[in-house]
């Protein structure tokens, strides 16, 4: 029997989106197949976060991609945004915090070429006058990150509804990153 690779890595992201502390037994359970063949395809879990960590990237990419985020407003760009991340937000969630990925010299390239590229649109907002220029578009990309987990999160144990998703984390960020205008 041949076992679809893609397959077995997206039941193992939505097991560990819901459970991070599951087992390599219950990720091989959850994909349908045997500890010993998802061995063979994984060596152990930290070959099986790194896999996870590429997927993980390659879809949040896409969104980007998708999200267009030098066309219009900043706020329209970021709105798109949050919007194509929602399907894959609970793998993300899960990513960031597996420690693992963010220590020493192994740091996938790939996390720092994402946030260049939505910290352009928060700078971007910014040189535009749309959004505050107190808060760095480094602050503002982690803390879009930190509401993209955390209501992933949220969603996951019922404490928020999945159609608020997209709401829920645009306004709360931009409520905050919005440039005022000063009344004399």
């Not at 087992?23 to 996870?52: K, P, Q, S």
Request: charged content about 30%; proline content about 1%; hydrophobic content about 45%.
């Amino acid at each position: 029997m041949s076992v679809d690779r893609d397959q077995v890595l997206r039941s193992a992201a939505a097991l560990l989106s819901r459970k991070s502390t599951a087992t390599m037994d219950e990720v091989a359970r959850a994909a349908g197949i045997g500890r010993a063949t998802l061995h063979r395809h994984f060596a152990g879990r930290d070959a099986l976060v790194r896999a996870l960590e590429e997927l993980g990237i390659q879809e949040f990419e896409a969104a980007i991609d998708a999200a267009r985020l030098d066309e219009g407003c900043a706020e329209d760009a970021l709105r798109r945004l949050v919007a194509g991340v929602e399907p894959g937000a609970g793998l993300l969630s899960f990513l960031v915090t597996e420690n693992q990925l963010f220590e020493g010299d192994q740091v996938n390239e790939g996390w720092a070429r994402l946030d260049a590229r939505v910290a352009a649109l928060f700078r971007r907002g910014q040189e535009r006058g749309e959004f505050r220029i107190d808060l760095t578009p480094a602050w503002l990309t982690e803390a879009l990150y930190g509401l993209v987990g955390t209501c992933a999160w949220a969603v996951q144990d019922g404490r928020v509804a999945a159609k608020d998703f997209q709401y829920m984390i645009v306004e709360l960020l931009l409520g905050g990153a919005r440039r005022r205008s000063v009344e004399k």
